[in-house]
């Protein structure tokens, strides 16, 4: 019997000393003194052994017992720190490593640009508006006093979606459906997207933006929309810049004029920027047309009002100096960065 507790006791030990994890030393502690495990079975065996000789055993049984527990013990605070210490080796930081800039967007240049020309209106009373890009022929032509047979209405200008449904081609029509809200005085301005069938090259695309403003009020003249628009030049390309108006025709105002002003690189002596002339043109404008204003349901005895149109990417690639319109839309992120 004694030999055989040695026997155990020694295996015992050699199997805890070969263990190469915690759950294989849990395995030898349920083998050795688990319900079933070898030592229980050698204590459930006592019964057999004569009496005289059970202390003896038991004291053995014990001894065996607490000298396995002790090296399970041993051994698994020994695997705990081999482990704890292989895992942080594992997960060790360089906290010397210089750390990762995250990307960090920043506005595009004709959001820039977009939003200093509203900054600019805004400042002025001006209510910023907006208008659908889907849109009707009515709001689109109709009302703008584009009548069926104009050009502009053609199908090579217009994405249409039905007959009287087509992709906005200017941001007017939003004139149109402020006028006829019929809210007055009216002091807005609405920027967005326009669409026309156009090929891509460095100064069309078949979609762009403007911003349309729109004033309505009574006693309003030609004088105001001098005023405001020398005003806007001034304001957004420099204090020094002037205007000139030149005659020109829109079927949605009369007088209708174009706005040129004085170029911004030059000062107007002429060079590359102006294409050697001085000027450059910025935007169309004009007074109301009474037809317009009575299509939308204004007495143009009583109201009048001025309107113009910027292009956006115009004034974006003027203000960068940005040679060619399909920068704006590539959006290349070495183009982009540099703004
Ligand atoms: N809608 C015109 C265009 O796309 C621009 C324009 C001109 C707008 C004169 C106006 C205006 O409001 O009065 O060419």
Not at 114 to 120: A, K, P, Q, T, Y
Not at 222 to 232: H, I, M, N, P
Request: hydrophobic share 35%; with cysteine.
């Amino acid at each position: 019997m004694k030999e055989k507790l040695e026997a155990m006791k020694a295996e015992a030990i050699a199997r805890i000393e070969s263990a190469k994890d915690l759950d294989a030393l849990n395995e030898i502690k349920v083998a050795m003194l688990g319900k079933k495990g070898e030592l229980t079975a050698v204590l459930k065996g006592m019964k057999d052994v004569p009496p005289e000789e059970r202390p003896q055993v038991g004291q053995m049984v014990n001894e065996a017992r607490a000298a396995i527990e002790e090296k399970l013990e041993e051994e698994r605070t020994k695997l705990a720190r081999m482990l704890r210490t292989e895992k942080l080796k594992r997960e060790t930081i360089d906290v010397t490593l210089p750390g990762r800039r995250s990307l960090r967007g920043h506005r595009h240049p004709n959001q820039t640009a977009l939003e200093d020309l509203e900054r600019v209106f805004i400042g002025m009373g001006y209510e910023v508006v907006d208008g659908p890009e889907v849109e009707y022929d009515r709001y689109n032509f109709e009302l703008l006093n584009i009548p069926a047979n104009h050009p502009a209405k053609d199908e090579q200008d217009t994405f249409y979606i039905t007959k009287d449904i087509l992709l906005r081609t200017q941001t007017s029509p939003v004139q149109a459906r402020v006028m006829e809200q019929g809210k007055l005085p009216i002091r807005m301005i609405s920027p967005g997207r326009v669409f026309r069938s156009d090929e891509v090259d460095a100064t069309h695309s078949p979609s762009f933006h403007q911003l349309e403003g729109l004033v309505i009020d009574r006693g309003i003249t030609f004088a105001d929309l001098k005023g405001t628009l020398g005003q806007f030049a001034r304001e957004f390309f420099g204090e020094k810049t002037k205007v000139k108006f030149r005659p020109h025709h829109f079927p949605f105002t009369e007088p209708s004029a174009e706005v040129d002003i004085t170029c911004f690189k030059c000062g107007g002596k002429g060079c590359r920027m102006c294409k050697g002339s001085g000027w450059i043109e910025i935007l169309g404008c004009g007074m109301v047309h009474p037809h317009v204003l009575e299509m939308c349901g204004i007495d143009p005895k009583e109201y009048q009002g001025f309107a113009f149109g910027i292009g956006l990417e115009r004034v974006t690639l003027l203000k960068y100096e940005i040679d060619d319109m399909r920068l704006l839309y590539e959006n290349d992120v070495r183009f982009l960065n540099q703004f």
